[in-house]
């Protein structure tokens, strides 16, 4: 692999990390709202005095 | 699927060029990435006049959200220009070439939105502020995008010239365009996603308060 390739190559896989990293950081952030819904659910739930109810699909 | 069939098209497909040789290729992932930082600020400064002239606050985010993309996609232009620079004039940086000068400024005023955002408390001061100084920004786009064919020291090479049209071939060109698609669909998936991510937080936040 000559010079000229290495860094061309190197060039798109920074964007390729990059894009990838900013994936896996927003995945993450799923993960907290997902709580974040679970814990006012829960919230919810306990100033409403309702039982607890299953959402469809978990 | 764009971007994965350009970059293919860029490797495998395009001709070596005469002069650039294999590096020439990265061309192909710097200049849409560019334009597509271009076009989030862009997009980000459109937001923030939006805001001003109608005052809705819904605005505010979609800026936000936009300014946010497009400092990614201007870290992204920054490190391949300097992977190009590097194999190309030997050097990581010029800082006598106003063309990456002005980028970089363009960078580091968008950089600095975030510090005056985070600065002010939520609200619609916080917003009118934001917008304001999305729209100062604005004015630099075609600053930098001009700035290569106005320097006469000039090492950066042009590619679009308004005399002779492009310098480009046709597979050239073709390859450009559906990276340039490729990654506006991108930086436009990215955004979208960004938006919702924030209005659900931002809607959950409320929902908390008013549960407490």
């Known amino acids: 692999m000559t010079s ?55 | 699927m764009l971007l ?49 002239w109608t005052r809705d606050q819904r605005h505010d985010l979609e800026s936000y959200t936009a300014i946010h993309i497009g400092t990614i996609f201007g870290i992204l232009t920054l490190v391949t220009g300097s992977i190009w620079a590097r194999t190309s004039w030997g050097v990581w940086w010029s800082w006598g070439e106003r063309q990456l000068v002005l980028f970089l400024v363009l960078f580091l005023f968008y950089s600095a939105y975030f510090m005056l955002r985070y600065s002010v408390d939520p609200g619609p001061r916080r917003a009118n502020m934001s917008a304001v100084y999305a729209l100062f920004g604005v004015v630099l786009i075609p600053i930098s995008f001009l700035a290569i064919r106005l320097a006469e020291d000039l090492i950066h090479p042009v590619v679009f010239d308004r005399d002779v049209g492009t310098n480009l071939a046709g597979s050239q060109l073709f390859t450009f365009v559906v990276c340039l698609a490729g990654m506006l669909v991108l930086a436009a998936a990215l955004y979208l996603n960004e938006l919702t991510g924030k209005r659900v937080d931002a809607r959950l936040r409320e929902l908390r308060e008013s549960l407490a």
């Open chain 1, 4 to 58: 000229a390739e290495k860094y061309a190559t190197a060039a798109y896989l920074v964007v390729l990390a990059v894009v990838l990293l900013y994936l896996v950081i927003y995945a993450f952030k799923l993960q907290r709202l997902s709580r974040d819904v679970e814990e006012i659910a829960e919230l919810a739930r306990t100033r409403s005095g309702a039982p607890e109810t299953r959402i469809p699909g978990e």
């Open chain 2, 4 to 52: 994965l069939a350009g970059i293919a098209l860029a490797f495998y497909w395009v001709p070596m060029a005469p002069l650039e040789g294999f590096r020439q290729r990265i061309f192909y992932i710097h200049v849409p990435v560019a334009l597509t930082a271009y076009a989030c600020f862009g997009w980000g400064a459109w937001k923030g006049l939006r805001l001003l």
